[in-house]
């Protein structure tokens, strides 16, 4: 009789339905957890820049799910949004800092001054928003998982990306840091996602960025991992 056959983990259901705050998610691995995340029954509250696609989730998406435009660059807007989404959907389980920008592949000195300070308000400040404004709720309730997107360029460098790299080193440094703050019923990870074909990875892989997994084929496999996250992880970098 041959051996059974591994099933695949996102044919797993999970019955502790959780609720799963996560930042950009009008495409890429943000869109593709999405979609993940709410076949197995989680609720998503999500957000991002683009109206159009934002606007399209709220209909696709089961009605516990929860969608807004939201730039995460404006402390205030970011504010808003989580005291709001907490008051008519109350504070999530685990929340993942998904949303982040690339300045096109140049060496350092060429970057625009306006570009390297963008990306550092949306991969740097847009994160920490998001943990100030949602910390106090995750205290209260005793409970939650904090994972910051980080990536291998937060744990190594290569020519032309260094204002990414600076943002995803930062990533590490301030979640690893974070996690020595945090009471014994929270806990926050850096993850390494991989490489994985989005619009991001075409920005500076170029063609080459068609022979990494899809978004989806990545959520297969990161959706579990996120899942299965838990207060022993805290304070480690971890990757999917
Ligand atoms: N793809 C890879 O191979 C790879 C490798 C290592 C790490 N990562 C990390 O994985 C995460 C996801 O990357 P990805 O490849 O999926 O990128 P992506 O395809 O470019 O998607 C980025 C998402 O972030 C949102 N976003 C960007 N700026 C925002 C802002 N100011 N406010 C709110 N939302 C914003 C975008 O939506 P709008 O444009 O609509 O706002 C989009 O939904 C990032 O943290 C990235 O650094 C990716």
Same mark, same amino acid.
């Given at each position: 009789?041959?051996? #059974? !056959?591994?099933?695949?983990?996102? +044919?797993?259901?999970?019955?502790?339905?959780?609720?799963?705050?996560?930042?950009?998610?009008?495409?890429?691995? %943000?869109?593709?957890?999405?979609?993940?995340?709410?076949?197995?029954?989680?609720?998503?509250?999500?957000?991002?820049?683009?109206?159009?696609?934002?606007? /399209?989730?709220?209909?696709?998406?089961?009605?516990?799910?929860?969608?807004?435009?939201?730039?995460?660059?404006?402390?205030?807007?970011?504010?808003?949004? *989580?005291?709001?989404?907490?008051?008519?959907?109350?504070?999530?389980?685990?929340?993942?800092?998904?949303?982040?920008? *690339?300045? =096109?592949?140049? #060496?350092?000195? &060429?970057?625009?001054?306006?570009?390297?300070?963008?990306?550092?308000?949306?991969? *740097?400040?847009?994160?920490?928003?998001?943990?100030?404004? *949602?910390? #106090?709720? +995750?205290? &209260?309730?005793?409970?939650?998982?904090?994972?910051?997107?980080?990536?291998?360029? %937060?744990?190594?460098?290569?020519?032309?990306?260094?204002?990414?790299?600076?943002?995803?080193?930062?990533?590490? %440094?301030?979640?690893?840091?974070?996690? &020595?703050?945090?009471? =014994?019923?929270?806990?926050?990870?850096?993850?390494?996602?991989?490489?994985?074909?989005?619009?991001?990875?075409?920005?500076?892989?170029?063609?080459?960025?068609? !022979?990494?997994?899809?978004?989806?084929?990545?959520?297969?496999? /990161?959706?579990?991992?996120? +899942?299965?996250?838990?207060?022993?992880?805290?304070?480690?970098?971890?990757?999917?």
């Amino acid at each position: 009789m041959p051996d #059974p !056959q591994p099933v695949p983990n996102i +044919l797993m259901k999970d019955y502790r339905t959780r609720k799963i705050l996560l930042t950009g998610v009008s495409r890429g691995l %943000g869109h593709a957890l999405t979609d993940a995340f709410t076949v197995q029954g989680h609720a998503v509250a999500g957000c991002a820049r683009s109206a159009d696609d934002v606007n /399209a989730m709220q209909s696709k998406f089961p009605a516990n799910c929860d969608f807004s435009v939201v730039d995460l660059a404006s402390d205030a807007e970011t504010g808003a949004w *989580i005291n709001a989404l907490v008051t008519r959907w109350g504070p999530p389980d685990l929340v993942i800092n998904n949303a982040a920008i *690339i300045n =096109p592949n140049m #060496p350092l000195w &060429e970057v625009p001054y306006s570009d390297f300070t963008h990306l550092v308000q949306v991969n *740097i400040n847009g994160v920490f928003s998001v943990i100030r404004h *949602i910390m #106090p709720h +995750l205290i &209260e309730q005793q409970h939650g998982i904090i994972a910051n997107l980080s990536s291998g360029w %937060g744990r190594s460098v290569s020519a032309g990306v260094a204002s990414y790299c600076a943002s995803k080193w930062a990533i590490e %440094g301030m979640t690893l840091a974070l996690a &020595e703050d945090l009471p =014994p019923d929270i806990a926050a990870v850096p993850v390494n996602p991989g490489v994985i074909n989005t619009t991001m990875l075409q920005s500076c892989f170029g063609s080459s960025a068609d !022979q990494a997994p899809t978004p989806e084929q990545w959520a297969e496999t /990161a959706a579990p991992f996120f +899942l299965n996250l838990s207060v022993s992880d805290n304070g480690k970098s971890l990757s999917v």
